[in-house]
C-alpha cells in the first residue's frame, strides 16, 4: 500500500523544538521529490519546504527559514523536519506530500498529518 | 510569498455547476504551467483533483476541471454532487523555486 505515515508532534513551548518523521511506503521513495505543507487551526494550507531526492537541493518558506530544516533518509525510507525557535505561529497539523514529476509536479501522496501545537 | 487569493466560500445546488477562482500574479500562476488544485475534507488529508493547470489525475472524476486566463485559474465542478462539499486549495509552483497555495474554499452543497 501506498503510504506517508508522519509522527513527532506534540506540544512545545515558544523557543522550543521538536523534530517531525514521515514515514514511506509502497513506492520509490529514494527518487522521489518531497515536501513538508502545514495548515493552521482555521487557515489555509501552506507549503513549508521541499527536498529533491539527493537531499542536495532545499528550499524553504520566508516563515520558517533558518529555523526549520529538512532533511531525508532513504535507507530508511524517512523524512524528517527538526523544527527549532518555535513559534505560536507554528502550530498547525504537519503534512508529509510527495512531488511526483510524471503529474506536473502535483503533490499526489500526503500522510494523514501530525499535529504542532506551541504554547506555554 | 503571499497566498493565492480564492473567494472564502461558493455554494451551489445538487446538480449545478459552480466555479472557484484562484488569482497570483506572473511569478507564480500566470507564468508556470504547475497550477494545481486540491480537495480536502474534514480531518482528512489533501487530495490532488488537478494537476497541469487543467489535468485531472487517474480516478478523478471528469466533472472536475481546471483552466487559466493569465493570472488566474480556475476549477468548475459540474453535476455538484454532496461527496463534493469540502475545502478547496489551488497551488502553484513560482519564480523563488517554492510553491505558494492559494487560502481556500469553502464549497457548500445546498
Known amino acids: 500500500e501506498v503510504q506517508l505515515v508522519e509522527s513527532g508532534g506534540g506540544l512545545a513551548q515558544p523557543g522550543g523544538s521538536l523534530r517531525l518523521s514521515c514515514a514511506a511506503s509502497?513506492?520509490?521513495?529514494?527518487?522521489?521529490?518531497m515536501n513538508w505543507v502545514r495548515r493552521a487551526p482555521g487557515k489555509g494550507l501552506e507549503w513549508v519546504s521541499y527536498i529533491n531526492p539527493s537531499g542536495s537541493t532545499i528550499y524553504y518558506a520566508d516563515s520558517v527559514k533558518g529555523r526549520f530544516t529538512i532533511s531525508r533518509d532513504s535507507a530508511k525510507n524517512s523524512l524528517f523536519l527538526q523544527m527549532n525557535s518555535l513559534r505560536a505561529e507554528d502550530t498547525a497539523i504537519y503534512y508529509c506530500?510527495?512531488?511526483?514529476?510524471?503529474?506536473?509536479?502535483?503533490?499526489?501522496?500526503w500522510g494523514q498529518g501530525t499535529m504542532v501545537t506551541v504554547s506555554s | 510569498q503571499s497566498a493565492l487569493t480564492q473567494p472564502a466560500s461558493v455554494s451551489g445546488s445538487p446538480g449545478q455547476s459552480i466555479t472557484i477562482s484562484c488569482t497570483g500574479t506572473s511569478s507564480d500562476v500566470g507564468g508556470h504551467n504547475y497550477v494545481s488544485w486540491y480537495q480536502q475534507h474534514p480531518g482528512k488529508a489533501p487530495k490532488l483533483m488537478i494537476y497541469?493547470?487543467?489535468k485531472r489525475p487517474s480516478g478523478i472524476s471528469n466533472r472536475f476541471s481546471g483552466s487559466r486566463s493569465g493570472n488566474t485559474a480556475s476549477l468548475t465542478i459540474s453535476g455538484l454532487q454532496a461527496e463534493d462539499e469540502a475545502d478547496y486549495f489551488c497551488?502553484?509552483?513560482?519564480?523563488?523555486?517554492?510553491?505558494?497555495f492559494g487560502g481556500g474554499t469553502k464549497l457548500t452543497v445546498l
Open positions: 497541469g493547470v487543467n
Open positions: 497551488s502553484s509552483y513560482t519564480d523563488s523555486s517554492t510553491w505558494v
Open positions: 509502497g513506492f520509490s521513495f529514494e527518487t522521489s521529490e
Open positions: 506530500a510527495r512531488e511526483e514529476l510524471q503529474l506536473d509536479d502535483g503533490f499526489d501522496i
